[in-house]
């Protein structure tokens, strides 16, 4: 059986102005957020497993001298 698609094409716009550029093109600025958000993202899930886990004990962490010596 032969597979057909029809691929809508706007008679206005080019295909640059549809589709969004490669990650090769990136600005710097662009970049450097998404590996920023990426490492935020994996820092925040490593504590909610370790606290799920019981390995971190966060209200211990806040009650600690060192901690309310930094705020």
């Known amino acids: 059986m032969r597979a057909a698609q029809r691929l809508y094409v706007h ?4 295909d640059s102005e549809v589709w969004s550029t490669d990650a090769y093109n990136r600005s710097g600025k662009t970049r450097l957020a998404a590996i920023v958000g990426v490492f935020w ?5 490593t504590v ?5 886990m019981g390995y971190l004990d966060v209200r211990a962490l806040q009650a600690s001298p060192w901690f309310s010596a930094i705020l």
């Open 11 to 14: 008679p206005e716009l080019s």
């Open 41 to 45: 993202t994996s820092v925040l899930s």
């Open 48 to 52: 909610a497993v370790c606290q799920f």
